[in-house]
């Protein structure tokens, strides 16, 4: 079974800094699909980036970007010029590519950031 | 507003009660999925649902069923209530594969 590590349960940043949150995945499959979703206060999941596995480039939103490290199954979240609307519990996730027709998400436990203006 | 329906958005229930949690989506998403979110432990599945008419049972499906009679319909039923239920729990839907989920806004439910 797959699994996510986030080993930051929380992280800080000062307005308009650069925070960079961390994940790990277990996985023995070759392709696979992984997720950032944020949790502000109003409890609402929204997804924030995507990246697939096979491909190489790694994924960028706006100010919201990723390190993807196949190698190393590590799939950090860059968030840069933070902002105070940033603030929330942000959740790596991982997907199977081979499931198909089921779209099983495994979260990771969560990483809290705060925006210290 | 397209999307995903919970309902209720919270409820204090009394240990041993029956509690059904409602979840519609109008996206005609054929995957449909029950979590629950605890501090410490991130989101946990707890059952899916492929398509119309088939379940299945996710990482912590003990205490929990499911029905999904039709695609837009997928409600998660507590058959005797434990505080260990307490929880926030989300219902989310999926278009396609690879393309993540369509979250409800989540049910707080405190068992006491």
């Known amino acids: 079974a797959q699994t996510v590590t986030q080993s930051q349960p929380e992280m800080s940043v000062q307005e308009a800094e650069t925070v960079t949150l961390s994940c790990t995945y277990d996985?023995?499959?070759?392709?696979?699909?992984l997720f950032w979703y944020k949790q502000p206060p109003s409890r609402q999941m929204i997804l924030v980036i995507r990246q697939e596995a096979y491909k190489q480039q790694n994924a960028t939103e706006n100010r919201f970007s990723v390190n993807f490290q196949k190698a190393a199954k590590s799939f950090s979240l860059k968030i840069s010029d933070s902002q105070l609307g940033d603030a929330a519990m942000y959740f790596c996730?991982?997907?199977?590519?081979?499931?198909?027709?089921?779209?099983?998400?495994?979260f990771g436990t969560g990483t809290r950031l705060t925006i210290i203006p | 507003i397209a999307g995903i329906t919970q309902a209720p958005t919270s409820q204090i229930l009394a240990a041993g009660r029956r509690m059904t949690l409602r979840c519609t989506q109008d996206?005609?998403?054929?995957?449909m999925y029950w979590y629950r979110q605890d501090l410490g432990l991130g989101l946990r599945l707890i059952h899916y649902?492929?398509?119309?008419?088939?379940?299945g049972k996710g990482e912590v499906p003990d205490g929990y069923s499911v029905s999904r009679a039709n695609t837009d319909d997928f409600p998660l039923t507590l058959a005797s209530a434990v505080p260990s239920q307490t929880s926030v729990y989300f219902c989310?839907?999926?278009?396609?594969?690879?393309?993540?989920?369509?979250f409800g806004s989540g049910t707080r439910l405190t068992v006491v």
């Open positions: 989310a839907s999926s278009a396609a594969q690879g393309y993540g989920y369509t």
């Open positions: 996730a991982y997907r199977s590519a081979f499931d198909f027709g089921n779209e099983k998400l495994t």
């Open positions: 649902s492929n398509t119309a008419g088939t379940t």
């Open positions: 996985t023995s499959e070759s392709d696979y699909y």
């Open positions: 996206m005609r998403h054929n995957a």
